[in-house]
């Protein structure tokens, strides 16, 4: 039983397009991110939300826009693809704000390539 | 603002020695907590350990073992006999309980780790 489920694992897309990456969790969280892993290993936050209420939205371009239907999932559609977003984006859930509760759980990375 | 650094980029070893990764934290909280995750080769974080910050007790979990100095900000990480399957990117991160990076986890710039047979 897979906990955090991403799909696509890979993307490869041209400049432009408008994409998107879903992310599912089983694990009965209530919060759920998205991180960006550069092609340095550099891992970054982008959005959080808990309980579909976004609660953390760093410095990123509105091109980017995470959708919560519920809170189990938590998707992310990127319009007008740039090169300088290719990265491994990582979908991640918690039980609340805290790590007291749970660390994050991780699922295993979508790889987009923009051309 | 937090940060964590992580000085040793890339680690070369042969199997069986031991190693020791580097974390070093800077955060204004006096609640928080520090996590060690693996990245192998297949792409996956693999979440090894948790430690608050009032828990200063070394842990060891097989093979592997931490040291929590909260006097000098670190959270070391030992290898143990290292084997191949070791061979990974290594991120220690820390989650703040409060204040306005509450909620984020930093991570370190991640060490190479590669084990040779």
């Known amino acids: 039983d897979t906990a955090v489920s991403q799909t696509p694992k890979y993307l490869v897309t041209q400049m432009g397009n408008d994409k998107s990456i879903k992310c599912e969790q089983n694990?009965?969280?209530?919060?759920m991110y998205w991180y960006k892993q550069d092609s340095k290993k550099f891992l970054k936050i982008m959005f959080s939300?808990?309980?579909?209420?976004?609660?953390i939205n760093e410095t990123v371009p509105n091109r980017f826009s995470p959708k919560s239907p519920d809170k189990a999932h938590l998707n992310l559609h990127i319009n007008s693809l740039e090169l300088g977003d290719s990265a491994v984006y990582f979908c991640?859930?918690?039980?609340?704000?805290?790590?007291?509760?749970?660390?994050?759980?991780f699922g295993n990375g979508t790889r987009l390539t923009v051309t | 603002a937090q940060k964590v650094t992580q000085a040793q980029t890339e680690i070369s070893v042969v199997e069986k020695e031991d190693v020791t990764l580097d974390c070093v934290y800077e955060?204004?909280?006096?609640?928080?907590?520090l996590f060690w995750y693996k990245q192998p080769p297949s792409g996956e974080l693999v979440f090894l350990i948790r430690?608050?910050?009032?828990?200063?007790q070394n842990e060891i979990s097989g093979r592997y073992s931490w040291n929590f100095q909260k006097s000098t900000s670190s959270f070391n990480f030992t290898i143990t006999a290292s084997q191949v399957v070791d061979s990974a990117v290594y991120f220690c991160?820390?989650?703040?309980?409060?204040?306005?990076?509450?909620?984020?986890?930093?991570f370190g710039q991640g060490t190479i780790l590669t084990v040779h047979p």
């Open positions: 430690r608050n910050s009032f828990d200063e």
């Open positions: 991640a859930s918690s039980q609340g704000r805290s790590s007291y509760n749970s660390p994050l759980h």
């Open positions: 991160a820390l989650w703040p309980a409060g204040g306005t990076s509450y909620g984020k986890l930093t």
């Open positions: 694990l009965g969280h209530d919060t």
């Open positions: 955060t204004r909280d006096t609640t928080y907590y």
């Open positions: 939300y808990n309980n579909k209420e976004l609660i």
